[in-house]
């Protein structure tokens, strides 16, 4: 993200705004995307769930804090499940910190480029 970000300083046209914005969503995606699956892994490994379909859309659900009551943990593995969920709801705040700063760096050297 340091390469996006120092990229988002350098860029002040249009089109190479847009790529850099572009690209940092896609970073973002990505980034919980890893999560996500990391997540699913675990409790597919753990044997909490019988499939990785099952698994990864049970992390989807925590991982988002929607939390539908459609799965639930067994009672010994509860605490995971607030895990998860806290940890997308820290990625998620994380990845919107990044996509602001992202922004707000194209802005600014739009503005300093314009006023030249």
Known sequence: MSK?????????????SL???VLAIS??????TIGIWMWAVVYHFLAV??????ATYYTLIAYTTLGLGESELP????ILGGMTAANGFLMFGMM????TD???NIRRKALKHRDR
């Open 27 to 32: 970073t973002a995606m990505g980034m919980m």
């Open 75 to 78: 009672k010994a593995l509860r």
């Open 96 to 99: 919107t910190a990044m996509l």
């Open 49 to 54: 769930f019988p499939d990785l379909e099952s």
């Open 4 to 16: 996006v970000n120092h990229r988002a300083t350098r860029i002040h046209r249009g089109g190479q």
């Open 102 to 104: 992202v922004l707000n």
């Open 19 to 21: 790529l850099v914005i």
